[in-house]
């Protein structure tokens, strides 16, 4: 049995904040989106956050970089 998936509170907005001044989706940043997708806790707006990020990088509007954490 697998561990339940939370999340940071917060973390979802503080990423949609990060993402859209930087314009970058780090590797990590796609890997905390993995995991809020599994999260049946989200409300409605952390869930509108998501889809916008998710919709960003499908559309090619942010760069997506294979690194950990990107320094602005």
Sequence with gaps: MSAPI??????LAE???QVSCSG??????RYGLMAA???DTLSDEER???NR????ASRGQVQLVNELSVLI
Excluded: E, H, N
């Excluded at 970058?24 to 940043?29: E, Q």
């Design 24 to 29: 970058v989706l780090t590797l990590a940043d």
């Design 6 to 11: 939370q999340l940071l509170p917060g973390a």
């Design 48 to 50: 509108f956050a998501l």
């Design 37 to 39: 997708v599994f999260d």
């Design 15 to 17: 990423l949609f904040a």
């Design 53 to 56: 990020l998710l919709r960003s």
